[in-house]
């Protein structure tokens, strides 16, 4: 069965160090998405790619990037992780503007 | 910009019905999806709704009109299980942007 998986699933990091999060789909699915949750807020899009080599910023990007050498991954780097970066990654694809959706279990990120 | 508003948390009892509402001012709109996510798990699609009107899916109905801004997930038969937080998303060029969620808990 296709999916979408992160890793790691849990992280403690500590302030300044640079951090990467991994996203692998197997939909083939040419959208990804980036997103953070923190409570009060949902889920913030970070940043998101249409496809190979296409990459875009979202509403929070600031201090992150990603890269999209393939159609099957999509990793998210903390350039200098701040403590304002703890929080619970989620990573998405999708088919279509009108197709659901599929996200990965998510990645809990806490910078010490 | 995007604005999404929903209720923060709503209370109901098992059998009862719950109707959470969804409203949003949006740059954009191709259509307005749902999704349900339980403490500690990544959201899961419940309903997609692109024309005006109401998208019935078993226990779970969705209504969309776009005139004025306005959504609602309707839970019938509420079961012990639905206790969760349902996410209001507007899609615009393929992104998806979130309301804060709805936390329902449903009470025996």
């Known amino acids: 069965d296709a999916e979408i998986t992160q890793s790691p699933r849990h992280k403690i990091t500590e302030t300044g160090r640079q951090v990467t999060l991994a996203c692998h789909q197997t939909w083939n699915h040419n959208n990804m998405f980036w997103y953070r949750q923190d409570l009060g807020h949902g889920l913030r899009l970070i940043h998101y790619s249409y496809g190979v080599q296409d990459t875009n910023k979202g509403e929070v990007s600031d201090g992150y990037s990603v890269s999209r050498s393939n159609t099957e991954d999509l990793p998210l780097t903390l350039e200098s992780a701040a403590s304002s970066q703890t929080s619970v990654y989620f990573c998405?694809?999708?088919?279509?503007?009108?197709?659901?959706?599929?996200f990965g279990q998510g990645t809990r990120l806490t910078v010490v | 910009g995007q604005n999404i508003d929903q209720p923060t948390e709503m209370t109901a009892t098992e059998g009862a019905i719950v109707q959470i509402n969804c409203t949003y001012q949006?740059?954009?709109?191709?259509?307005l999806f749902w999704y349900q996510q339980h403490a500690g798990e990544a959201p899961t699609f419940l309903s997609y709704?692109?024309?005006?009107g109401l998208e019935e899916k078993g226990r779970f109905s969705s209504f969309l009109s776009r005139s004025k801004g306005y959504s609602y997930l309707l839970l019938k038969e509420l079961q012990m299980k639905d206790s969760a937080s349902y996410l209001c998303?507007?899609?615009?060029?393929?992104?998806?942007?979130f309301g804060a969620g709805t936390t329902v808990t449903v009470r025996a």
């Open positions: 998303a507007v899609t615009n060029d393929y992104k998806l942007s």
């Open positions: 949006t740059s954009g709109f191709n259509g």
């Open positions: 998405a694809s999708s088919e279509s503007a009108g197709a659901e959706a599929f």
């Open positions: 709704n692109v024309l005006d």
